[in-house]
């Protein structure tokens, strides 16, 4: 396998087919979202041939009050490591407060989400296996719907659960104070 060619997108630098690549987080692509916040996934498009088959990893930014992403359950383990700031773990009906160097794992099925919490924006490093057969459920949770990251309804349909949010966009992503834009 050789190295991938990098191509430069609206929102930064990603790999354009298969293949080996070096990319520095203040250069690859960012999807943006006014819901979600922001997340750099590192790898490209499945149509170019460059989505990572067995793994998701990303960077994922979250400014305070704002998920990640709608609570839900999944048939794949994932991990999170805080980089910088701080969030608040949703976690089985559980709400904790993370900050810089702490870790969590999921096994598949446990329910979660991440809020931004503190004065500025909380970085996230997400890594998650990608099973053969991709499930997930979105169950109803009161403590979740409380931080605008819970569904009314339970469903497995992520169409359903992000019905009501607009699309991500892929652009740039530059907050004051992230460690990756220090000189």
């Known amino acids: 396998m050789g190295e991938a060619r990098l191509v430069d997108t609206a929102g930064g630098l990603e790999p354009g087919g298969p293949g080996w690549f070096v990319v520095n987080v203040r250069d690859?692509?960012?999807?943006?979202?006014?819901?979600?916040?922001?997340?750099?996934?590192?790898?490209g498009s499945e149509e170019a041939g460059a989505r990572f088959p067995q793994l998701g990893i990303n960077i994922h930014v979250l400014e305070p009050g704002k998920p990640n992403c709608m609570y839900h359950g999944e048939s794949g383990q994932e991990a999170f490591l805080v980089l910088s700031g701080e969030c608040l773990l949703l976690v089985d009906g559980q709400e904790r407060r993370l900050r810089a160097w702490d870790f969590v794992h999921f096994p598949a099925w446990t329910e979660h989400v991440l809020v931004g919490a503190g004065d500025g924006p909380c970085a996230v490093l997400m890594?998650?296996?990608?099973?053969?057969?991709?499930?997930?459920?979105?169950?109803?949770?009161?403590?979740a719907v409380s931080h605008g990251a819970g569904v009314e309804e339970a469903t497995p349909d992520p169409g359903v659960a992000y019905a009501r949010f607009p699309k991500w966009s892929r652009r740039r992503h530059e907050p004051a104070g992230l460690p990756w834009q220090q000189p």
């Open 127 to 143: 890594v998650g296996a990608r099973p053969d057969v991709d499930e997930v459920s979105y169950p109803v949770s009161e403590l």
């Open 28 to 43: 690859t692509a960012w999807w943006q979202s006014d819901a979600f916040g922001a997340s750099c996934p590192f790898e």
